[in-house]
């Protein structure tokens, strides 16, 4: 986790936000967070700025990694996710399914219902729990 870019992944993932929404609720263009995290480019004051209020992070942290004031757990995800697809999926299975991973402590945060590229009828399930 060294460059800039990392730092915000696991920041974005840590509020489940994908960067359209983070740039979205910041003001921050895309092109400019694409630069950041994909060129490793430093960001500018008023970017640095805005991203560490967002993130309630400091500075050094954000630039380097290193930070004396801070314990680094905070920054480990709270969440973790998981994506499943069927093909040809009854609703009597998709139940069960259902109620078989809440009792595991995974939230449903969204289903979809699609056709596949070969015209099977499919449903992907996105989960997401606490670690």
């Known amino acids: 986790m060294d460059k800039i870019g990392d730092r915000l ?11 359209y929404h983070f740039c979205k609720n910041t003001g921050i263009s895309q092109s400019t967070l694409s630069r950041i995290v994909n060129k490793n480019s430093k960001p500018s004051r008023n970017v640095l700025n805005t991203i560490c209020n967002y993130f309630n992070v400091t500075e050094e942290w954000l630039l380097t990694g290193k930070d004396t004031n801070i314990n680094n757990s905070a920054f480990k995800p709270k969440y973790e ?51």
């Open 9 to 19: 992944d696991i920041l974005l993932k840590n509020k489940g936000l994908t960067r």
């Open 81 to 131: 996710y998981e994506v499943i697809t069927f093909d040809n999926f009854d609703a009597g299975h998709q139940q069960r399914y259902l109620n078989e991973r809440s009792q595991q402590g995974w939230e449903l945060i969204s289903a979809v219902h699609f056709t596949d590229t070969d015209g099977t009828p499919c449903f992907r399930f996105y989960f997401k729990r606490k670690v």
